[in-house]
């Protein structure tokens, strides 16, 4: 067995020691989304300060995470109580961030991607990411929750609950501040108060500089931004308002260079 193999088993013994701990305490919370929308921030302050099971997944039900798979079978698949909380995020900002954080997928040699030029990684990010994830993820997890996440207009204050049967959905948008995060969840979830911690976050990342340098100077194609400003998720979850102040952003440094 070599050492990855070795941390998921002990991660999978510790986490469903945890599972068969507080399962009967709480109804159990799954922190289920897209990468790289700031949910870290919200599952481990919320593993201390919330008294029942809480997980963290992208998908389900082929996840190597032994409790994960064990929470699908026992309280989805048996419509046992759940509390799931999901967040979006502005597109192209998020498809930036989860390229960079998954950067050896693209890039041979990652420790060495300081040393290619912005327009080599720019080249790289079109070519090889897989841009429709955003744009498509809430589709596979409608399916999953068994909700229709589309099926109403998602409100202007960036916060919805959903209901299925056993399933309680809140969604965010992660553009919201901290405060209102906070209380949209501690609401939720019956909590006195709840305080995120920030994790996970690019810009204190090894790869800051590259990452920082990436923003400021990528151009993207105008094809690009206007499947992004079009695509169904985008203008669901965000204001016209703000898909043409996030779409202008980028087109007008693209006018100027």
């Avoid at 039900?61 to 048996?78: F, V, W």
């Avoid at 799931?84 to 960079?100: D, G, H, K, M, Q």
């Avoid at 068994?146 to 948008?173: C, S, T, V, W």
């Amino acid at each position: 067995m070599n050492l990855k193999a070795l941390k998921q088993k002990v991660k999978n013994l510790k986490e469903l020691f945890l599972y068969d701990l507080k399962i009967g305490k709480a109804t159990p919370v799954l922190l289920y989304q897209m990468g790289k929308v700031g949910s870290l921030s919200i599952y481990y302050p919320l593993r201390k300060q919330y008294p029942g099971f809480v997980g963290h997944c992208h998908y389900f039900p082929n996840n190597p995470d032994a409790a994960i798979l064990k929470l699908y079978n026992q309280e989805i698949l048996n419509s046992r109580p759940l509390n799931v909380i999901s967040l979006t995020r502005e597109p192209i900002a998020r498809n930036i961030s989860a390229f960079f954080q998954n950067l050896e997928r693209y890039v041979p040699n990652s420790s060495q991607a300081g040393s290619l030029s912005i327009q080599e990684l720019s080249e790289i990010f079109l070519a090889k990411y897989e841009h429709q994830t955003p744009l498509v993820w809430f589709h596979r997890s409608s399916k999953d929750l068994g909700i229709d996440i589309y099926a109403q207009p998602f409100p202007d204050n960036g916060i919805a609950e959903y209901h299925n049967q056993n399933i309680r959905l809140l969604i965010i948008r992660s553009e919201l501040s901290n405060q209102e995060k906070e209380g949209a969840i501690a609401k939720f979830l019956g909590l006195e108060s709840f305080k995120i911690e920030n994790a996970n976050i690019g810009s204190q990342k090894d790869y800051a500089q590259t990452y920082q340098e990436f923003r400021a100077k990528l151009i993207l194609p105008h094809d690009y931004l206007q499947t992004m400003s079009e695509s169904q998720y985008f203008n669901h979850f965000y204001s016209q308002e703000f898909i043409e102040a996030t779409i202008s952003k980028w087109r007008s440094r693209l006018l100027i260079s």
